[in-house]
């Protein structure tokens, strides 16, 4: 089954500061691959999505990732964070043809001002 | 459109007790989900429907149980409570005409203590 690796279990950035998250999965072919962001108390919100073309894909609220299959890795980035930013995030990766998708730990980001 | 609903929000359960959790979503979604959270675990898929009567097992059933009568229903059943089911549970939908792998819609989530 596929699987995913998030790195970092906490990140604190000072506000207006770049933000880059790592996200590493595990598959044999072109997984899909999510970023959805959990603010306190709330469910899951999606970011954005990589299902194919275009490695480099735009999300909501600034966000974007880039799909690097060398690498196996999706890295979320921003660059400039907001105090709203401050949230956990989650990697999530899909497998084509079965209905198992697998999410990180999840990273969380403080936001100093 | 609410989305997707869940209740109770927060619930304290005494070992052995049982309970459902109720999750209802409005958008015709045929495909959902149940997956419970626990601390730097990240989020464990416990059941999934495909539509109503069709359901099957995720990554972490057991102590679970599941139905789906209607569209919009699928309520989560735990029969004798342990602690280590408590955890905070989350109801997902996602629309059919995508499959399993496209985007989920969450619920609010239900925190749920057995002590």
């Known amino acids: 089954a596929q699987s995913v690796t998030q790195p970092d279990i906490h990140i604190t950035v000072s506000e207006g500061a770049s933000l880059e998250l790592r996200c590493n999965y595990s598959?044999?072919?072109?997984?899909?691959l999510f970023w959805y962001v959990q603010s306190p108390g709330q469910g899951l919100q999606l970011l954005l999505k990589?299902?194919?073309?275009?490695?480099l894909v735009q999300g909501i609220k600034g966000f974007e990732a880039e799909f690097k299959r060398s690498q196996s890795s999706f890295n979320l980035r921003k660059p400039s964070v907001h105090w709203s930013d401050a949230a956990e995030y989650f990697c999530?990766?899909?497998?084509?043809?079965?209905?198992?998708?697998?999410f990180g730990a999840g990273t969380r980001l403080t936001v100093k001002p | 459109n609410a989305g997707v609903t869940q209740t109770p929000k927060f619930r304290i359960l005494k070992i052995g007790q049982s309970m459902t959790l109720q999750c209802t979503q409005d958008?015709?979604?045929?495909?959902m989900y149940w997956y419970r959270q626990d601390p730097g675990m990240g989020l464990k898929l416990i059941y999934y429907?495909?539509?109503?009567?069709?359901?099957d097992k995720g990554e972490v059933p057991n102590g679970y149980n599941v139905s789906r009568s209607t569209t919009e229903d699928f309520p989560l059943r735990l029969e004798l409570a342990a602690p280590s089911q408590t955890s905070v549970y989350f109801c997902?939908?996602?629309?059919?005409?995508?499959?399993?792998?496209?985007?989920?819609?969450f619920g609010p989530g239900t925190r749920l203590t057995v002590l």
């Open positions: 598959y044999g072919a072109t997984p899909y």
């Open positions: 997902a939908s996602s629309p059919y005409f995508s499959g399993a792998n496209n985007e989920q819609f």
């Open positions: 429907s495909v539509g109503a009567g069709i359901t």
């Open positions: 999530a990766v899909g497998a084509r043809g079965n209905n198992d998708m697998r």
């Open positions: 958008m015709n979604h045929n495909y």
């Open positions: 990589y299902f194919s073309g275009d490695t």
